[in-house]
């Protein structure tokens, strides 16, 4: 124990306090522009008016104010709803893209894609493609149209056809096949993404905040390509560029299998 005035502050305190920190430190990163952050600031501001209403002893502010911080608990679950379940859905899939597709990570299936992407932005024709796990988006899949196709860039193109009756919402890849088409995602209340980027890009972002998920974008508007993951969009992507970002977060799973494969043969040959 090093004392400290009248403190006596151990290692067991010490790694406490460093827990403590960390978790300060994730917690605001994971809140960080968002609206919680102003919901939080809020909370605060109504504590330590509290506080001071107490010292002054303004009984009747202090019972109103207290009634408030009484539902405190309530309010945060209420307030902080989205954050919540963004943490929870973290929490509760692997959310490294270490793991992410089997099969989907293809060359075929990326040359496809790449294909359907490269046209859609020469017509300025709007797409949202989600790539998702094996186990992923079953609730998005069973409102949408099931479809169970192969991936075939002509078949992207007509999907988002404006006069074609699935070209809104998006669709949704899984283990090679496109799954569903017209899926409508949850809209990004992300206060910080720019007024230039409409619905379908907040879309994006939406579902990219709770799931562990990669999404192509195609502007209707300027034909601009754009990738959301992890609740990031980023825009103004090349061709060459989508091509090694999908490489990047689609075909690790196909490196670590063929990887394991050699591994695995190696060992039957010793």
């Not at 209340?189 to 409409?198: D, K, L």
């Not at 890009?201 to 998920?213: L, Q």
């Not at 989508?242 to 670590?256: F, P, T, Y």
């Amino acid at each position: 124990m090093i004392p400290i005035g009248f403190i006596d502050f151990g290692l067991k305190d010490l790694l406490e306090t460093l827990v403590i920190a960390l978790v300060l430190f994730y917690l605001y990163r994971w809140i960080r522009g968002t609206f919680a952050i102003q919901a939080a600031l809020g909370l605060l501001f109504v504590i330590l008016l509290n506080a001071g209403v107490s010292l002054l002893g303004f009984s009747t502010l202090n019972f109103m104010l207290r009634s408030v911080l009484d539902v405190g608990v309530l309010a945060v679950f209420i307030i902080f709803q989205p954050e919540i379940r963004k943490l929870l859905y973290n929490l509760g899939q692997n959310t490294s893209f270490d793991r992410f597709i089997g099969k989907a990570g293809s060359d075929t299936m990326i040359n496809e894609v790449i294909e359907a992407v490269r046209n859609m932005a020469q017509t300025k024709t709007g797409a949202l493609i989600v790539f998702a796990r094996s186990s992923s988006l079953q609730d998005l899949v069973d409102v949408g149209i099931r479809l169970d196709a192969h991936i075939n860039a002509e078949l992207i193109q007509t999907i988002f056809q404006k006069d074609t009756p699935l070209h809104d919402g998006a669709i949704v890849i899984r283990n090679n096949r496109i799954v569903a088409a017209s899926c409508y995602l949850p809209i990004s209340q992300n206060p910080n993404i720019s007024s230039v980027f409409g619905t379908r890009h907040r879309a994006a972002v939406g579902i990219s905040e709770t799931n562990n998920v990669f999404v192509v974008v195609v502007s209707e508007e300027t034909g601009r390509i754009s990738i959301a993951k992890n609740g990031a969009l980023s825009s103004g992507l090349s061709i060459q560029k989508l091509r090694s970002e999908m490489e990047k977060a689609l075909g690790e799973e196909k490196e670590e299998e063929v990887g394991f494969s050699s591994e695995k043969a190696e060992l039957e040959m010793n």
